[in-house]
């Protein structure tokens, strides 16, 4: 077997000894273009298939509205409203400050009502005055059916889902009502209760 000639690489010119007469490239510089022609191969098989190439291995699903398990975006509007008060800050209605604000006293709104379309554009961060305005809820407490009154049992039109008395009297004498005594519980075990007897 001869020994070849000392070749220059094509890609880099440094001097190398081939393995055969068609080498034209040194070892380090064959290891990249064979990877390099591996991923052409494949990133072209992958778009014959209409799959997203150069996104790496098991990422091709897309996002948003093109992934295979997107539903309205709703997770990312619960992203969004859990980080609304501390970007946005401010009511867009009555520019109250909602940084401090607890839990039920702000809410992300849809503004076209519709609760399907989570597109960014369509949220706005409310406090909780202005979203019940928006949504009209007073509307909701003009249906309520007449009730009795727990103290005099005088019929009474609610004005609230909890009002239970027909007028502030009968909440006041409600309330000055006293409790039912404590029932005491005799033990036969212990000699600090009295025994029944």
């Known amino acids: 077997m001869t020994k070849l000639k000392n070749k220059n690489c094509e890609q880099c010119r440094a001097t190398y000894t081939p393995a055969g007469r068609a080498q034209r490239f040194c070892s380090a510089c064959g290891k990249i273009r064979a990877a390099d022609s591996v991923k052409r191969r494949?990133?072209?098989y992958r778009a014959r298939r209409g799959q997203r190439v150069g996104v790496g291995s098991g990422n091709a699903q897309g996002h948003g509205k093109e992934h295979h398990s997107y539903k309205n975006g709703i997770k990312?509007?619960?992203?969004?409203?859990g980080s609304a008060r501390q970007t946005i800050r401010f009511c867009e209605r009555c520019a109250k400050d909602l940084l401090t604000a607890r839990f039920g006293e702000w809410a992300v709104h849809h503004r076209d009502h519709d609760r399907a379309n989570n597109d960014p554009s369509?949220?706005?961060l409310l406090c909780k005055r202005c979203h019940q305005r928006e949504h009209e809820c007073w509307l909701a407490l003009r249906n309520l059916k007449p009730r009795r009154c727990a103290v005099c049992a005088s019929e009474y039109a609610p004005t609230g889902p909890r009002?239970?008395?027909?007028?502030?009297e009968c909440r006041a004498s409600a309330q000055r009502t006293p409790a039912p005594p404590e029932t005491v519980y005799f033990s036969p075990y212990r000699d600090d209760i009295p025994k029944a007897a």
């Open 163 to 168: 009002q239970l008395y027909c007028s502030t």
């Open 42 to 44: 494949s990133d072209a």
């Open 76 to 81: 990312s509007f619960h992203a969004f409203s």
């Open 122 to 124: 369509n949220w706005s």
